[in-house]
């Protein structure tokens, strides 16, 4: 199992640099940032000089869209990175959260993200695509490697992860979800004469490394319940489309946001917002992954089991550097292969 760490670009850049190369000496293999060029600084500035001072980690988006970004700014971003430092990037894209509506934007359709991704994919890898009326392509980008990988939780977003993405992000831990999710985006893809496995499965969800004493994990609680928030602030949208019983999600995701009032992205993604109250300690403790590091080896092999290839952290909380460390030192060596020397 690959293990990522997703950082906000919180000034100064100089700390999510300063991040980044301590995951990569932990052992991390990806880097990836929000992307909310309002509420943060501009993450693609960051990850030049991320994969200037680092030598494996790849970076990426979690996630951009195609409402504030033109794909084809996008695709030459990484394509030129990638020339710069050697197919160390990948894609996370989704119709659109913070970037837009802090902006009064709307996130895009369901058919302008899966033309986005198709597009995006052809110009980054040197491909040619149709746009607006011509045939475009980067003549440069020849040798350009990214995949684009969707994150989604609905079901129409599901399949268009499965049928054309090269990757599916699914932003949180709970097995059950991750599961019926998966199941989805794998359906989807065979359905559409794809191989299931080639679709790459990516669970991303905080995680915060306690002593595993009783107060560590309230704490714990407090500081990563504005993920809830979060996730619930994406699930009310389908909820709105299909209704809280229609069967389109699972009533783990709908049941819990019946009390919830609004959002606030002034403190999207922050410890101790004002707006994540009715997130209960059920939803955290699922949602989330907490726990001294034998609790975290155990969910990370339960989702492994289900198919997931990487865990990607988000590292919004109060304790960045010991989460990290002991990430590194005890819970990646517990989930990656050991080869033997001699047998």
Not at 204 to 224: C, F
């Amino acid at each position: 199992m690959d293990i990522g760490v997703v950082l906000q670009c919180t000034p100064p850049a100089a700390r999510v640099v300063d991040l980044a190369k301590r995951a990569e000496t932990y052992g991390f293999s990806y880097v990836w940032t929000f992307d909310s060029h309002i509420l943060w600084e501009e993450p693609y500035v960051i990850y030049s000089k991320i994969l200037d001072e680092t030598r494996n980690v790849i970076v990426g988006p979690m996630v951009t869209n195609p409402a504030t970004r033109d794909i084809t700014v996008t695709a030459s971003v990484f394509a030129t990175l990638n020339e710069m430092y050697g197919n160390r990037t990948v894609i996370g894209i989704g119709r659109g959260d913070s970037a837009v509506r802090v902006t009064n934007g709307k996130p895009v359709t369901v058919a302008e993200l899966r033309q986005a991704v198709l597009d995006i994919k052809g110009l980054v890898n040197g491909e040619a695509i149709e746009y607006k009326g011509n045939h475009l392509r980067l003549p440069w980008a020849g040798r350009s490697r990214s995949d684009v990988w969707v994150a989604a939780y609905g079901p129409k977003v599901l399949a268009l992860a499965g049928e054309v993405g090269d990757g599916f992000i699914l932003q949180l831990a709970d097995p059950s979800i991750a599961e019926w999710t998966i199941k989805a985006v794998k359906d989807a893809a065979e359905a559409s004469g794809r191989n299931p496995d080639d679709v790459y499965v990516c669970v991303a969800a905080p995680a915060y490394v306690t002593d595993g004493s009783a107060e560590g994990h309230a704490h714990a609680r407090d500081q990563l319940r504005w993920f809830g928030g979060m996730v619930g602030n994406h699930v009310a949208d389908i909820v709105a489309r299909y209704g809280e019983n229609g069967g389109a999600v699972p009533q783990a995701l709908t049941d819990y946001i019946k009390n919830r009032q609004g959002y606030d992205y002034n403190e999207h993604g922050q410890a101790g917002n004002t707006h994540t109250d009715f997130v209960p300690d059920e939803i955290v403790d699922r949602f989330c992954i907490i726990g001294p590091p034998e609790a975290h080896v155990e969910r990370l092999k339960e989702l492994q089991a289900l198919g997931v290839n990487q865990f990607a952290l988000y590292l919004q909380h109060d304790d960045k550097d010991h989460t990290l460390a002991q990430y590194g030192e005890r819970v990646i060596p517990a989930v990656q292969e050991h080869l033997r020397a001699t047998s």
